[in-house]
T-cell receptor
Framework: RKEVEQDPGPFNVPEGATVAFNCTYS??????FFWYRQDCRKEPKLLMS???SGNEDGRFTAQLNRASQYISLLIRDSKLSDSATYLC????????????FGSGTRLQVQP | EPEVTQTPSHQVTQMGQEVILRCVPI?????FYWYRQILGQKVEFLVS????????KSEIFDDQFSVERPDGSNFTLKIRSTKLEDSAMYFC????????????FGSGTQLSVL
């Protein structure tokens, strides 16, 4: 079973749409969770951390369900500039600093 | 905003040759990392480095790989005898540490092994 699993997409949505991505992780001891964004052939960039209580940053909302080992990202009012691959990322903690990346979900926002 | 810089942006080498990829982490950061991404695949952790020693490494980081911080600013990844399957984008990253897990990634070195 993959450690961090995501639907690869692509998700093709019109501008202004709301889109949601999901991610599951296999290690129940995982401690830190993130969404990164990666543009084609560029480096990953942190979009937001994901907290147990859920958190929001502008048009982006992240949720964590530890019982189901499930993370989500909601993007409201999609912009053309949101087109990218969204990476679900997990840190297992316990002194480990390595990040485990999912394969990413590709989003294409169309005019 | 401060950034992690990597050189070169592209490196082409023959199989069996040694390569050194260079990185300048953000100056006040304490943890340094190398990740790689084979074309079309996910980003994979290679190694983390703290206080002048490796703190963690993955199964990928075998005896062919080594890291070094030769001076106060550079952080290098050496691949001793490159294989075709080492072709990938190699990303350097750094973080403040001390509970702050935000990683800043460099723009990567695309390594092509022929």
């Amino acid at each position: 079973r993959k450690e961090v699993e995501q639907d690869p997409g692509p998700f093709n949505v019109p501008e202004g749409a709301t889109v949601a991505f999901n991610c599951t992780y296999s290690n129940s001891a995982s401690q830190s969770f993130f969404w990164y964004r990666q543009d084609c052939r560029k480096e990953p960039k942190l979009l937001m951390s994901v907290y147990s209580s859920g958190n929001e940053d502008g048009r982006f909302t992240a949720q964590l369900n530890r019982a189901s080992q499930y993370i989500s990202l909601l993007i409201r009012d999609s912009k053309l500039s949101d087109s990218a691959t969204y990476l679900c990322v997990v840190n297992y903690g316990a002194g480990r600093r390595a990040l485990t990346f999912g394969s990413g979900t590709r989003l294409q926002v169309q005019p | 905003e401060p950034e992690v810089t990597q050189t070169p942006s592209h490196q082409v080498t023959q199989m069996g040759q040694e390569v050194i990829l260079r990185c300048v982490p953000i100056s006040n950061h304490l943890y340094f990392y190398w990740y790689r991404q084979i074309l079309g695949q996910k980003v994979e952790f290679l190694v983390s480095f703290y206080n002048n020693e490796i703190s963690e490494k993955s199964e990928i980081f075998d005896d062919q790989f080594s890291v070094e911080r030769p001076d106060g600013s550079n952080f290098t990844l050496k691949i001793r005898s490159t294989k075709l399957e080492d072709s990938a984008m190699y990303f350097c990253a750094s973080s403040l540490g001390q509970g702050n897990e935000k990683l800043f990634f460099g723009s990567g070195t695309q390594l092509s092994v022929l």
